[in-house]
């Protein structure tokens, strides 16, 4: 069976990813593609309190679990549209491990601050601060296959981009060069690394 197709946006809250994974879904015509969202995993948990450790713990369990349901689409065949989050470095490392590598069309989403900012006010259902707080973290990997900025692009603008660039994906891809750089234990690169585009 061949793997589904991952488009994983990353990028910080209020930054579009949302927005353009909707647009994604309207606009993708060679496939069937779910909307995987790390707030929709989030949305199932219990509503019942919990502590500081337990929170943290059960927010841990929640990322990897998702993570792993990704996988799982993927691997029996379905293309997915991700909307994530890589604000802890032990995230990304984890989805390099789990995730087949040349599947993945890795995009980030970015935003200017005070743009982010905004959103967050009018939004309202954020905390204050928290794209702030994820802004220099969620990008500082440093490597993507394609990149978008929902400051100077609207979400179906963005989308349309990503469709284009869909069959020409680079090979190798982000992910594997990632994998290359953080986890040695799958493999070292064969050489020169080729692109094609």
Request: with cysteine; hydrophobic share 35%.
């Amino acid at each position: 069976m061949t793997p589904g197709r991952i488009i994983f946006l990353n990028g910080t809250s209020s930054s579009g990813k949302s927005s353009i994974a909707r647009e994604l879904l309207d606009v993708l015509d060679d496939g069937v593609f779910f909307h995987l969202a790390v707030d929709g995993f989030n949305a199932m948990r219990t509503g019942r309190e919990l502590g500081a450790d337990e929170i943290e713990a059960a927010l841990r369990r929640t990322r990897m679990g998702f993570h792993r349901s990704i996988a799982a689409m993927a691997e029996v065949g379905n293309d997915v549209v991700v909307d994530h989050v890589l604000s802890e470095p032990w995230r990304l490392l984890d989805c390099l491990t789990v995730l087949p590598p040349e599947s993945v069309l890795f995009t980030g989403v970015h935003c200017p601050l005070s743009e982010l900012e905004r959103r967050e006010l009018a939004r309202g259902d954020r905390p204050p601060g928290l794209a702030a707080r994820q802004y220099d973290q969620v990008h500082a990997h440093g490597d993507y296959d394609l990149e978008c900025d929902t400051g100077t692009a609207s979400p179906r603008e963005c989308a349309l981009r990503i469709r284009e660039f869909l069959p020409r994906r680079p090979t190798p891809s982000a992910f594997t060069r990632l994998r290359w750089r953080h986890l040695p234990e799958h493999g070292e690169p064969p050489g020169r690394p080729r692109t094609s585009t």
